[in-house]
């Protein structure tokens, strides 16, 4: 079982729709990050928050808009996709954004799919 | 710029034999070095880190990995390979870099393990 929950796994949505992805973890990280991954592709980075602060923006289109409601908490709200933005959206985890040495922690994602 | 290079898109090796899956980095400073594995419909697992010492380092599910500083490299290797070895393997040095921990994922190298 992995220990960063991503709900919901599965979505579907059309281009005008809002929706919101979650992500939660319970092991006291302090940053928390949103990737997205195209099949067989590495992940890419979208969003970095330390506590509880978005710190870094990946020139992600404002389409979608982070939130960090604590700091257990990490939300993807989505409004007005394109299919290009079909993927999978994983969150992931760590003590500290400056503890380089200790590895992410990444949940099963939520697979979304643009119609 | 910073790069990896993980230079095998596909490693196939039969139920038993020995694996190494490739990997080679041109990062600035001494970033640490992680592997991921992602099995199909999941999100990334961390298997193993090198931080310092010994160049050979052991992590999850019997697989290590051999650090090498003149060559820059950080090969995955395992002595027995199983079928449910059969996964997607991403190489990525992390370093504080930006205001963030950031992990610089090779493309990844899809491995095959046949009974």
Known sequence: DTEVTQTPKHLVMGMTNKKSLKCEQHMGHRAMYWYKQKAKK???????YSYEKLSINESVPSRFSPECPNSSLLN??????????????????SQDRAESNQPQHFGDGTRLSIL | AQSVAQPEDQVNVA????????????VSGNPYLFWYVQYPNR?????????????????????????????TSFHLKKPSALVSDSALYFCAPQMFSGGYNKLIFGAGTR?????
């Not at chain 1, 007005?80 to 969150?91: I, K, N, R, V």
């Open chain 2, 15 to 26: 139920e038993g034999n020995p694996l190494t899956v490739k990997c080679t980095y041109s």
């Open chain 2, 111 to 115: 491995l095959a393990v046949h009974p």
């Open chain 1, 42 to 48: 590495p992940p890419e980075l979208m969003f970095v």
């Open chain 2, 43 to 71: 999100g990334l697992q961390f298997l193993l880190k090198y931080i310092t010492g010994d160049n050979l380092v052991k992590g999850s599910y019997g697989f290590e990995a051999e650090f090498n500083k003149s060559q």
């Open chain 1, 76 to 93: 993807l709200h989505l409004h007005a996709l394109q299919p290009e933005d079909s993927a999978l959206y994983l969150c992931a985890s």
